[in-house]
């Protein structure tokens, strides 16, 4: 096989036949001997400018290489992967409970219209910028007090 892949770098009039050739013969190889033998393919084609053909014929053949299986490779693209997911979820939880809070605040200054009327624009700013846990406090308190002032207070 691998006199075959070196006779890719003979001038041979049609190209075609012999990387078909050496393709199949590739692709009834193990796992461990084919991925090599396609790298050594891959590199002779690009010294002879067959990339092109050798992309073309191996569509047609059924040979699969999972980069994942690559020894150096598989394990930095999985690391590379666990830490963009870990990122991407901090970053979604953190997304989510803003959108949340946002909600919860929408939803007393609601609550607080229904009880006493339009919210005066100071007593909304003051509740936009209460943390979590008295933001909830003020929701359970709200039927239990007459006014803003001893809602807030």
Same mark, same amino acid.
């Given at each position: ?5 070196? &006779? ?18 590739? &692709? ?8 090599? &033998? ?7 084609? #690009? ?17 699969? *290489? ?9 394990? $930095? ?9 870990? +990122? #991407?979820? $901090? ?9 949340? =809070? ?6 007393? =200054?609601?609550?607080?219209?229904? @009880?006493?009327?339009? &919210? ?6 003051? +509740? ?9 406090? +003020?929701?359970? @308190? ?7 002032? *001893?809602?807030?207070?």
């Amino acid at each position: 096989m691998e006199d075959n892949v070196i &006779a890719v770098l003979a001038r041979l009039g049609n190209e075609r036949e012999p990387v078909r050739r050496i393709l199949r013969g590739i &692709a009834g190889r193990g796992k461990p001997g084919r991925s090599t &033998a396609l790298q050594e393919l891959t590199l002779l084609a #690009g010294l002879r400018g067959l990339v092109p053909l050798v992309k073309e014929e191996m569509t047609q053949m059924p040979i699969t *290489e999972d980069i994942m299986d690559h020894p150096f490779f598989g394990p $930095k693209i999985r690391d590379t992967l666990n830490k963009g997911q870990a +990122i #991407g979820q $901090k970053e979604g939880r953190k997304e989510g409970l803003g959108e949340g =809070l946002e909600r919860e605040r929408q939803l007393v =200054l609601r609550q607080i219209g229904k @009880r006493f009327g339009t &919210a005066p624009v100071s007593t909304r700013k003051r +509740i936009e910028a209460l943390p979590v846990p008295k933001l909830e406090r +003020i929701a359970l @308190r709200l039927f239990d007090v007459q006014s803003f002032d *001893e809602l807030l207070g």
